[in-house]
Every structure is written in structure tokens, then in C-alpha cells.
């Protein structure tokens, strides 16, 4: 499953409550519906850790607010062998999901911000100068995003 990942919490939770939801209507298929009711009960049921820092990370009083989207590019963009990307492959999985085309320093304020615990602590700088990576602080964060884009899509 896309959702966990490699960690099997969120594929446990998945199947956990797509079962049980089926079953609430003594069906024995698990079809769209109870994958996302599913979806919404993991996301109810994860770490409140993980659910206090996305909160952080993407409120605003702006309507026009990027925080989501660039969220949403960091948990989709392609990573390295260590769990890694840059800000190159951030910015250009935000432009392909806000299908407008943006620069590099349309991002980097929220990516700094990002890497600071009023953002929720959501990413680790890893690197200086050209060679600046990011990462997720907390690992289990980048699937938690995941079963949220697949919530409010």
C-alpha cells in the first residue's frame, strides 16, 4: 500500500477498519467506502504527536496559504536512499499539484519554517549551502500526510 510507506501501522489501521466497517454492514467485500472511512478513522486514531504538528504545519489565516500544498509536495516528491529530496524536487511537485509554475524562493520561506517547532517540527535541514536536503523529522509523518491528501482528495 502506497499509504504506510514500509511501516505496517498504517496498513494494520487501514485494514483494521476497512474490515470492521465492512463487516458493520455484514458485507464480506471491503469496497471504497470503508477504505475511506478507513482512511479517516487512522487518521482519527494515529499519534497525537503526528496529528499536533500537521495542524501547525498547514493552519493559516490566509485563504491563498501554501503551507498545504508544499506539505503535500514534500510527502509526494521522489527521495533518495536515505528518505531525502531537495528543494528542486519539492518545488517540482509543487508546481504539478498547484499546476502553477512557481521559483524556488516562493518555497523556502515555508520550508524553513518547516524545520521549526511553530511549523510543527515537520522537517529536518540536512546539508548547507547547494547541498541543503530535507527530510521528515519524524518518519511516520510522511504516511500520516499521505492517508490526508488521499482524505481530502
Not at 511501516?7 to 464480506?28: M, V, W
Request: charged content about 20%; proline content about 3%; hydrophobic content about 30%.
Amino acid at each position: 500500500m502506497n499509504f504506510s510507506s514500509g511501516f505496517p501501522h498504517y496498513t494494520h489501521l487501514l485494514c483494521k477498519y476497512s474490515i470492521k466497517n465492512a463487516l458493520d454492514k455484514e458485507s464480506t467485500e471491503v469496497k471504497a467506502e470503508e477504505l475511506n472511512a478507513a482512511i479517516n478513522q487512522s487518521i482519527e486514531n494515529s499519534n497525537e504527536q503526528l496529528r499536533e504538528s500537521y495542524s501547525k504545519a498547514i493552519i493559516s489565516s490566509s485563504q491563498n496559504s501554501q503551507w498545504k500544498p508544499v506539505l503535500h509536495a514534500c510527502a509526494t516528491c521522489p527521495s533518495d536512499e536515505f528518505d531525502s529530496f531537495t528543494t528542486t524536487d519539492i518545488l517540482n511537485q509543487f508546481n504539478t499539484i498547484t499546476g502553477k509554475y512557481s521559483i524556488r524562493e516562493n518555497i523556502t520561506h515555508n520550508l524553513g519554517k518547516l524545520c521549526q517547532e511553530e511549523r510543527g517540527l515537520i522537517l529536518e535541514k540536512i546539508g548547507t549551502g547547494k547541498n541543503i536536503r530535507y527530510k521528515f523529522y519524524n518518519p511516520m509523518m510522511k504516511p500520516f500526510i499521505l492517508l490526508n491528501i488521499a482524505k481530502d482528495a
